[in-house]
């Protein structure tokens, strides 16, 4: 059987890691665990290539070389397509980049090719015009970038992959290293599920089951122009473990409590309870990683007497219960002995 072509889509704004690990792997899909573990005949099951609309090598994100196998002109008939990772700021535009790659990218979904994107590729993958209408993912620090640039995408910042049709034709990826779980979802589909479950064993890919909310501040600074609302978001900073806060609050606004949770939340996106309650598991989330805290303890250091609440609350808000959290996040060791965790060099 001959091997799938895959074209692989790199730009000056490209990150290399996921650019060269997505060539990397499935390079190595069909053969490398066959290789290792003595088992099984070999075969090459992805043919990946670099394309770009630069003919000439040039050098991408942090200055790593890239040798485009072909021009965009030249690439016509990959079954698959494959937008990695951008270094893109999340205030920075994408939309007018590129027009020529993005008719290539209309084009070869148009003749059936599957389109995936890795991470912020979905930020290339929406200036197509592609997700319009559709549900998409990409690293949850472009939840803005979304909703400003791309109103008419269906944007999730939760899923580590995200399908934008019932065929998964369009497949987006998450955060980062989500191009480990895409990578994975390719190999499953286009192969097998069990060469996937290979490929992750000697890479040591992990598959991101539990989601981006664990990896997502709750709490981040929103630009706006209402000094009273910025004033309580600073004092509950300092006073959110403390009982009455609503009260409180709304006594320093000098507001109307309707009055204040109105505006609160068209300044903020969240509305005043979602705001305390999310900065109380933001510092729970902070204790969990570094100490060994009880979490009954936990809870009531950041204002919950009740656990059981905290705990549910905290589920609620990481996907991840308490003490799944603290075994994900926990601090790296500085030793690195051999002899400190059975089954861990640290």
């Given at each position: 059987?001959?091997?799938?072509?895959?074209?692989?889509?790199?730009?000056?704004?490209?990150?290399?890691?996921?650019?060269?690990?997505?060539?990397?792997?499935?390079?190595?899909?069909?053969?490398?665990?066959?290789?290792?573990?003595?088992?099984?005949?070999?075969?090459?099951?992805?043919?990946?290539?670099?394309?770009?609309?630069?003919?000439?090598?040039?050098?991408?994100?942090?200055?790593?070389?890239?040798?485009?196998?072909?021009?965009?002109?030249?690439?016509?008939?990959?079954?698959?397509?494959?937008?990695?990772?951008?270094?893109?700021?999340?205030?920075?535009?994408?939309?007018?980049?590129?027009?020529?790659?993005?008719?290539?990218?209309?084009?070869?979904?148009?003749?059936?090719?599957?389109?995936?994107?890795?991470?912020?590729?979905?930020?290339?993958?929406?200036?197509?015009?592609?997700?319009?209408?559709?549900?998409?993912?990409?690293?949850?620090?472009?939840?803005?970038?979304?909703?400003?640039?791309?109103?008419?995408?269906?944007?999730?910042?939760?899923?580590?992959?995200?399908?934008?049709?019932?065929?998964?034709?369009?497949?987006?990826?998450?955060?980062?290293?989500?191009?480990?779980?895409?990578?994975?979802?390719?190999?499953?589909?286009?192969?097998?599920?069990?060469?996937?479950?290979?490929?992750?064993?000697?890479?040591?890919?992990?598959?991101?089951?539990?989601?981006q909310l664990p990896y997502t501040p709750l709490v981040r600074p929103l630009a706006h122009?209402?000094?009273?609302?910025?004033?309580?978001?600073?004092?509950?900073?300092?006073?959110?473990?403390?009982?009455?806060?609503?009260?409180?609050?709304?006594?320093?606004?000098g507001m109307p409590e309707r009055t204040l949770k109105r505006r609160f939340k068209a300044?903020?996106?969240?509305?005043?309870?979602?705001?305390?309650?999310?900065?109380?598991?933001?510092?729970?989330?902070?204790?969990?990683?570094?100490?060994?805290?009880?979490?009954?303890?936990?809870?009531?250091?950041?204002?919950?007497?009740?656990?059981?609440?905290?705990?549910?609350?905290?589920?609620?808000?990481?996907?991840?219960?308490?003490?799944?959290?603290?075994?994900?996040?926990?601090?790296?060791?500085?030793?690195?002995?051999?002899?400190?965790?059975?089954?861990?060099?640290?």
């Amino acid at each position: 059987m001959a091997a799938i072509l895959v074209d692989i889509v790199a730009v000056p704004e490209t990150a290399g890691s996921a650019l060269y690990g997505l060539v990397d792997v499935l390079s190595a899909t069909g053969s490398v665990w066959q290789t290792l573990a003595r088992l099984g005949e070999e075969r090459r099951v992805f043919e990946p290539r670099i394309v770009s609309p630069h003919r000439k090598p040039f050098r991408c994100g942090f200055g790593i070389p890239v040798q485009p196998k072909c021009h965009l002109d030249e690439a016509r008939n990959a079954g698959i397509v494959i937008l990695p990772e951008l270094w893109l700021g999340p205030d920075e535009a994408w939309r007018d980049r590129y027009p020529q790659l993005l008719s290539w990218i209309r084009q070869r979904h148009q003749q059936g090719a599957f389109i995936y994107s890795a991470c912020s590729g979905a930020v290339m993958l929406a200036a197509t015009g592609l997700l319009d209408g559709r549900d998409a993912t990409s690293h949850w620090g472009y939840q803005q970038l979304f909703r400003r640039d791309f109103p008419e995408v269906h944007f999730h910042p939760e899923p580590n992959l995200c399908f934008a049709d019932r065929d998964g034709r369009i497949v987006t990826a998450g955060g980062t290293t989500s191009w480990h779980d895409l990578a994975l979802h390719i190999i499953a589909r286009h192969c097998s599920p069990a060469e996937a479950v290979r490929i992750a064993k000697v890479y040591l890919l992990k598959w991101h089951s539990e989601g981006q909310l664990p990896y997502t501040p709750l709490v981040r600074p929103l630009a706006h122009g209402d000094a009273v609302v910025t004033d309580c978001e600073q004092w509950l900073k300092s006073h959110f473990t403390e009982p009455a806060l609503i009260c409180a609050v709304v006594a320093r606004s000098g507001m109307p409590e309707r009055t204040l949770k109105r505006r609160f939340k068209a300044m903020t996106g969240m509305s005043l309870i979602d705001y305390i309650q999310n900065l109380r598991i933001e510092e729970s989330k902070r204790l969990l990683e570094s100490s060994r805290t009880a979490v009954d303890d936990i809870s009531a250091a950041v204002g919950y007497e009740e656990a059981a609440f905290f705990r549910r609350l905290f589920k609620r808000r990481t996907n991840l219960t308490p003490g799944e959290y603290r075994r994900l996040f926990r601090h790296i060791p500085r030793d690195v002995s051999p002899t400190r965790t059975r089954g861990m060099i640290r």
